[in-house]
């Protein structure tokens, strides 16, 4: 499978998630997931607030403690590494620290109070995500597109392989979402794997190939479209069955003021 | 070496290029312990601030109080408890990252306890020890003192910088990305829990190893107050730093300096602070100002 993946130019991860669950004390967050999110593909964990999107992305981060085993299977091509880009980065308005100062600590070991020259990586992400003009306002004064354009540049600065991002279309104006969906389209392009949380069905639709619709575990999964078909449908249903739950009650109620 | 200094100012003074009191030997050794204690303490503070952590610093210098009345009651030397010393704020720092990581408890409610604890704990075996030793060395523990920068002190002082410089080169920006981005820094495979431990050990060697000459009280605002300064007037992590390291080095050695020179019979601990106090409301008043500048 490795060798495959190599020569068709996928340096992503395909990722096996099985039997995962999440406890947080006695409240369960996530339970009983298992899916295989393929290499090189987009994929896209929806779902409702408090579902466990964000809280499935950073199990497969490594960032929480769970039962069950998520596995990477790397390609050869490349070395292992992810690119994270968390949902909310939480900036202190008055701390003196400047973007570039961010994008050079998670991306160099000279320390940066002796940096003086601007490393080309960073050169090559700051122009890719057009945040140039950026460089040295302090984080915290950010706008939240900003900050979202900010901490995928942090993450593209790993140069990784597999990509996992939260909701990183966040509070960006339109053309900033096009800019960011063009650089990860170009990173799927190039091989990687993208595992992104995100709430617009229509940027699912229109960009991921897979979707996970996550509510307490795994509810569905498979093609976008699909995927959001099965939702609507449930939704319906649900709404019928409640309107005629509510007409059956109203009737009931007449029936005794008769 | 450290005659070689001493024999060098001795010289200057001897053609007049400086006052007389740079012929005293122990002046120099404190001249010398504060141009360490400076960059140490004021690069080391820029951490502290970024994480929030001043309270830490406050209680870590206090635990050092406790510390020293171990070693007395031990059998240490007087002047230099160094094994209690060290051990003591060690175990003291570890005890509290430790208990940190196993309690629900807010980090700086528990800072406050262990405090309290260190507090307590020193005063009362300091009173005791008091009955054996001359009281005047116990202020000088509390508050510090010009005349015991020893050689002994001025070694343990080296080998921090040493060790504190290499780290800062090496683990710099990992320790200032752990303090900024936690599960960022972990996604690029650094250990986020080894970090924890190693600052709040770091803090406990250095506060320790500056305690003779700023004093067990108010170690810890010269962790605090310069990257407070700093904080206020700088625009960039670099210059953060650099800010910071110039007024704790500045008030270290005015802190040292200026009472000898002025003959004031004042503790050099309070005198640098007095010193870095100075210089935070000077940054506070070029901050306003700018702040004026920028809404006109």
């Avoid at chain 1, 940027?203 to 939702?231: M, R, W």
């Avoid at chain 2, 007037?233 to 800010?243: E, F």
Wanted: proline fraction near 4%; charge should be neutral.
């Amino acid at each position: 499978m490795k060798a495959n993946l190599a020569a068709v130019g996928i340096t992503g991860p395909a990722i096996e998630i099985n039997n995962l669950g999440i406890q947080l004390g006695k409240i369960t967050l996530l339970s009983a997931v298992s899916t295989t999110m393929s290499a090189g593909l987009w994929h896209g964990i929806v779902g409702p607030n408090g579902g466990g999107k964000s809280t499935l992305l950073k199990s497969i981060a490594g960032l929480m403690p769970h039962s069950g085993s998520i596995a990477m299977l790397w390609s050869n091509t490349k070395a292992p590494i992810i690119g994270y880009m968390p949902q909310l980065a939480p900036f202190e308005q008055s701390l003196p620290i400047s973007v570039l100062d961010y994008l050079r600590l998670n991306s160099q070991n000279r320390p940066v109070w002796l940096s003086f020259k601007k490393r080309s990586e960073i050169n090559d992400v700051v122009e890719l995500l057009a945040i140039k003009t950026l460089l040295n306002n302090r984080v915290g004064t950010l706008s939240m597109g900003e900050r979202q354009r900010v901490l995928l540049a942090c993450a593209l600065l790993q140069k990784p392989s597999l990509l996992l991002l939260d909701e990183p279309l966040a509070g960006i104006d339109k053309a900033g979402q096009e800019k960011i969906l063009a650089v990860l389209t170009d990173f799927k392009k190039q091989g990687g794997t993208i595992v992104m949380v995100e709430h617009n069905w229509q940027v699912l639709q229109q960009y991921c190939d897979q979707a996970y619709f996550i509510d307490g575990g795994l509810k569905k999964s498979g093609n976008p479209t699909e995927v959001l078909q099965q939702q609507l449908t449930e939704q319906s249903l649900e709404q019928a069955q409640q309107r005629s739950l509510l007409l059956a009650n109203n009737q009931t109620d007449e029936a005794r003021t008769a | 070496m450290l005659d070689y200094i001493h024999q060098v100012f001795a010289d200057l003074v001897a053609n007049n290029l400086l006052p007389e009191m740079f012929s005293y030997g122990f002046l120099i050794n404190a001249l010398i312990a504060s141009l360490m204690i400076g960059p140490l303490l004021g690069a080391l503070g820029t951490l502290v601030v970024v994480k929030r952590l001043a309270f830490l610093s406050e209680a870590v210098g206090h635990s050092a109080l406790t510390g020293v009345s171990i070693g007395i009651l031990l059998g240490e030397p007087i002047t230099a408890p160094w094994i209690s010393l060290f051990a003591f704020s060690v175990l003291f720092a570890l005890v509290l990252q430790w208990v940190r990581g196993r309690t629900t408890v807010p980090y700086d409610a528990l800072i406050g306890v262990f405090l309290s604890f260190a507090l307590a704990l020193g005063a009362a075996l300091l009173m005791f020890v008091a009955k054996f030793v001359n009281a005047h060395l116990v202020e000088q523990v509390l508050f510090g003192s010009v005349l015991m920068a020893a050689a002994s002190d001025i070694q343990v002082l080296l080998i921090m910088f040493v060790l504190v410089i290499t780290l800062a080169w090496r683990f710099g920006n990992q320790a200032f990305l752990v303090a900024l981005a936690p599960d960022i820094a972990h996604n690029n495979k650094i250990s986020v829990k080894l970090h924890d431990y190693g600052f709040v050990l770091l803090i406990a060697l250095v506060t320790v190893a500056a305690v003779k000459i700023i004093g067990a009280i108010l170690v810890g605002a010269l962790l605090l107050i310069p990257a407070a300064s700093a904080r206020l007037i700088t625009h960039d992590l670099r210059s953060m730093v650099l800010c910071s390291v110039a007024i704790s080095t500045f008030s270290a050695v005015a802190g040292v300096l200026i009472p000898m020179h002025l003959q004031l019979a004042i503790a050099t601990g309070p005198a640098i602070i007095l010193c870095a106090c100075a210089c935070f409301v000077m940054t506070l008043i070029l901050h306003g100002a700018r702040g004026k500048t920028a809404h006109a």
